[in-house]
């Protein structure tokens, strides 16, 4: 590795379960499958939707919001060979999950990342819209007759 990055402490992930990474900008998904690891672009290339929101499914990484499939091994969907999620170059060393830093800002520059800073679905923001307080209460009682 040319510009080695630490992403994860190995130990920590769960089998089976995506976990959400960010290196300049970029996101990432890292799946821990057996005493194996994945490392793949962190966006459904269906809607955009974070991977890490999504789960594991026998040996398929499976989108949260639409149920699209990347393999954990080749990052190919099942579904349709031609839908390839980027996996990036990953080791473990000393209990950490390793990427090069230079192979991601290689990417970036073939595919800038116009969904930096934007969550969907599981990862959404804090709403900062003022919610309406409550109506009045209405009364119980008989209304009034003259």
Not at 117 to 139: C, E, H, N
Request: hydrophobic fraction near 35%; glycine fraction near 6%.
């Amino acid at each position: 590795m040319e510009q080695p990055r630490r992403i994860a402490t190995f130990s920590e992930l769960i089998d089976h379960q995506p976990v959400h990474a960010e290196v300049n900008g970029l996101d990432l998904v890292i799946t821990r499958f057996d005493d194996k690891l994945s490392v793949l672009y962190g966006r459904c290339l269906h809607r955009g939707a974070l991977m890490s929101d999504g789960h594991v499914s026998g040996d398929d990484l499976i989108c949260g919001l639409h149920g699209w499939d990347y393999r954990l091994d080749s990052s190919v969907s099942a579904y349709n060979n031609s839908e390839v999620l980027h996996k990036f170059s990953a080791k473990i060393e000393d209990d950490g999950v390793w990427v090069d830093e230079a192979e991601i800002n290689s990417y970036l520059e073939k595919h800038p990342n116009p969904l930096r800073g934007i969550s969907t679905w599981g990862s959404m923001p804090t709403p900062t819209r003022k919610i309406p307080s409550p109506l009045p209460a209405i009364s119980r009682s008989s209304p009034k007759t003259d």
